[in-house]
C-alpha cells in the first residue's frame, strides 16, 4: 500500500522553528515530486513548496520564501519540511503529496492534481 504520513507538528510560538516529516511507504520518494501545501481555517488550501526530482526544480512561496526549507532524506525515504521564523498566520494544517511528473513545480502552485496525499499534520503558532 502506497501511503504518505506526515508529522512533527505541534504548537509553537511566534517566532519559533518545526521541521515537518513526510514519510514514505511503498514509494521511493527520491523518484517523485514533492510537494508541500497547507490550509489554514476557513481557507483556501494553499501550495507552499514544491521540489522536483533531484531537486532541480524548486518553488517557494512569497508566504514562507526564505523560512521554510525543504529536504530530501533519501536514505529514510523521507522528505524534510524545515520551518523558522513562524508566524500565526502560519497556522494550518500541512500536507504532503507526491507525484511521478517531471513538470509538477515548473507549474505550481498552479497545480494541486498530486497522486498520493498524506492525512495532515497541524501546526499552531502561537502570538
Known amino acids: 500500500q502506497r501511503r504518505l504520513v506526515e508529522s512533527g507538528g505541534g504548537l509553537v510560538q511566534s517566532g519559533g522553528s518545526l521541521t515537518l516529516s513526510c514519510a514514505a511507504s511503498g514509494l521511493e520518494l527520491d523518484y517523485y515530486a514533492i510537494a508541500w501545501f497547507r490550509q489554514a481555517p476557513g481557507k483556501e488550501r494553499e501550495g507552499i513548496v514544491c521540489t522536483s526530482r533531484g531537486d532541480e526544480i524548486q518553488y517557494y512561496g512569497d508566504s514562507v520564501k526564505g523560512r521554510f526549507t525543504v529536504v530530501r532524506d533519501n536514505a529514510k525515504n523521507t522528505v524534510l519540511l524545515q520551518m523558522n521564523g513562524l508566524k500565526p498566520e502560519d497556522t494550518a494544517n500541512y500536507y504532503c503529496?507526491?507525484?511521478?511528473?517531471?513538470?509538477?513545480?515548473?507549474?505550481?502552485?498552479?497545480?494541486?492534481?498530486?497522486?498520493?496525499w498524506g492525512k495532515g499534520t497541524l501546526v499552531s503558532v502561537s502570538s
Open positions: 503529496s507526491a507525484e511521478n511528473s517531471a513538470y509538477v513545480c515548473s507549474q505550481f502552485p498552479n497545480y494541486s492534481d498530486m497522486d498520493y
